[in-house]
């Protein structure tokens, strides 16, 4: 929110911040500059604007390390810290999530919970496969839609099969499909992971 409004503020007087991140160096060079000659006002509002983002990012940072710090405590958080694409938060919130991993009887069950099981409708000797079921823990869904989407650039799963499979799906279905796809993948892996108490080996993913 505070990022939006120092942006809107910015177009009201006819600017366009060309950084991407507006607490980096260059921004902070560059509104500097350009706050010097505005009238004190619009200049005041600014600033504290800029000071609200600053003592958010700062108060984010503590947190951060505080769950860093937890997370190196707890075996499970860092076993899935291993994972390519799960950070400490990520995986400080699938463990929370997933509670104990005994309470699921096998990998699809644990999918389910999620929320990444697709509907299926049958009819016959016909069936359907439909939108993903909607009765799941919204929170660990996030999470493993988050960790799929670092997953597919981490260059440490090249070759592997998920990352096979994430083209495929992309490249037939979308980016959506796709994410959906590799976080369903991924819960599979998590599953094994929790369930033997091993870190990730992208190994064990590889192709033939």
Request: aromatic letters at 0%; proline letters at 0%.
């Given at each position: 929110m505070l990022r939006n409004a120092i942006r809107s503020l910015?177009?009201?007087e006819g600017l366009l911040c060309?950084?991407?991140?507006?607490?980096?160096e260059a921004a902070q060079v560059w509104l500097d500059e350009i706050q010097v000659s505005w009238p004190s006002v619009i200049r005041q509002c600014l600033q504290h604007l800029r000071q609200g983002l600053a003592q958010v990012m700062a108060d984010l940072a503590d947190l951060e390390a505080l769950v860093a710090e937890r997370v190196a405590?707890?075996?499970r958080?860092?076993?899935?810290d291993t994972l390519a694409g799960c950070g400490p938060v990520t995986a400080a919130t699938?463990?929370?999530e997933v509670g104990d991993i005994q309470r699921f009887s096998a990998a699809k069950s644990l999918r389910k919970y999620a929320g990444l099981t697709p509907t299926?409708?049958?009819?016959g000797d016909r069936s359907t496969t439909g939108k993903l079921v909607k009765p799941c823990n919204k929170h660990l869904k996030h999470?493993?839609?988050l960790i799929a989407q670092s997953f597919a650039r981490s260059s440490r799963v090249d070759g592997t099969r998920l990352e096979k499979a994430y083209y495929r799906c992309l490249f037939r279905h979308g980016p959506n499909p796709a994410k959906v796809s590799?976080?369903?993948g991924l819960c599979d892996v998590i599953f094994a992971m929790l369930r033997d108490g091993t870190d990730f080996n992208p190994k064990l993913l590889a192709v033939g």
């Open positions: 910015l177009r009201g060309q950084a991407s991140d507006l607490t980096g405590q707890d075996e958080c860092r076993q899935l699938v463990v929370a299926i409708s049958q009819s999470a493993l839609i590799l976080a369903r």
